[in-house]
């Protein structure tokens, strides 16, 4: 089974590929309410982790840390971070796969997904679309060890962009050529980008956004207000404040256009406080600097790519239901504005959306940037190697295959080789745009793992010294498209050969 995971700041949503339909997913809540998102929060309590709504469960007990937007985490994180919780260390990505795990768990079992406990589920990721190569591989990396079969990733916005040629499908021809600028602005970050679509095809020209910008950053501005009103004394503890802001969230999900105050329950933090109520555009003012920031950008996007026609600057993402976005944005872009009927899940539907044609083939040219992940600063950081560009030609039928070749002098005892593709680089080589996962395939670099078929349970580690062997990688690409690479060690001789498909494919 096919499904798009928009795996959010504040909620993961997710919807599913069914017979050209693209419903999302409900979860069961430990309170019996049926809810379309699910929560990515850990909280941890010594030497036990508990995920999603499980987590939640525990926020009013004292004894319980909770560890909210790991998205936010992972921005800034590597494969060695780790996060300092209730005062102990843990690694960043043990986090991230445990948590996907718990999500998998949700799926099979207590979902309306209508998937059987052992059945497959083949994922598209969406990641926001200034996230670096660590994010991108990291989420990827998590989501596989929960026991996912990705297929690729997708930027935020570009799965938003799906998601309204998908919802505008009637219009289709009259909108080829037209420019749609999608504005996501989610729980903790806010991306945009331009896109010019087409009658089958879409093209990204750019994308940019604000990394630390979101709805969280509203539910701050609101908990600082209430403060200022109640003034308790002493000072709100951290878990106190980590109450408040829970009510926080929930009264300001629950504006309105007609709202003209809104009433925060102090008691929920500390019994015995008294409620205060804010006006509404004391509130919405307050937050106006950063939405303010956000219109900056999509007008820097506009003025560089000038040339580019706007027809539409759909707006999307949790943290644009708060009713002043729509409204500032209208200030600079008029009738032009259109919100997403389904702010939270535009990309999630856009994710199935690309799950579902996930196993298209190249043809003709590389239409994609394809090359693997490769580690570098001693396995501190990973970075994207590149072998054959976007646009580069395929042979014709008879001649030569494509070729590029790599060597170098191995550094572990085994070679972990993953393959991708990517749509857009930065302009330090790194992937920018959507990514497609290809093969995955395992090298002995130590002559004494040679011949062994099953290399999975085998420990990674440092080559005590040089062996010797120079390692040789040599990809050759033929008309129709099949991608093959040989491997071997120099001077021994000992080669393995690889034909490498998209995941999809296999």
Known sequence: MRIGIDFGTTRVVVAAVDRGNFPLVHFEAPDGQMRDWFPPVVAVNGGQRVYGWEALAMQADARWTLLRSPKRWLRLGGPRTEVEVAGQSLPLRVLVAEMMAALRTQLLHHSNLGAGPEERLEVVLGVPANANSNQRFMTEEAAQEAGFSVLGLANEPSAAALEFAYRNSAERKSRVGSGLVVYDLGGGTFDVSLVTLGETEHTIEASD?????????????????????????????????????????????SLNPNTRRVTIDMERARPGLDQVTIPVETYYERCRPLIDSTRAVVENLLAAHSGRPLDTLYVTGGGSELPPVARILRESFGRKVRRSAYMRSASAVGLAIRAAAAGDRLQEQFNQNFGMWREADSGGTIVFDLIFPRGARMPAPGDPPLRFERRYQPAHNIGHFRYLECSQLDEHGQPTG?????????????????????????????????????IREEYTCDASGNVRVKISAEPSGYAREFSIGQLAGN
């Open 209 to 253: 956004g604000i990394p630390n910008l979101g709805g969280d950053d509203f539910d701050e501005i609101l908990a600082e207000l209430a403060l200022t009103c109640a003034q308790p004394e002493p000072p709100l503890s951290p878990f106190e404040r980590r109450l408040l802001l829970d009510e926080c969230r929930e009264k300001k999900e």
């Open 434 to 470: 959507e990514i497609t996962n290809w093969e995955q395939i395992q090298f002995p670099f130590d002559p004494r793992l040679w011949g062994r078929d099953d290399l999975a349970g085998e420990p990674v580690q440092l080559l005590a010294e040089p062996n010797g062997e120079t």
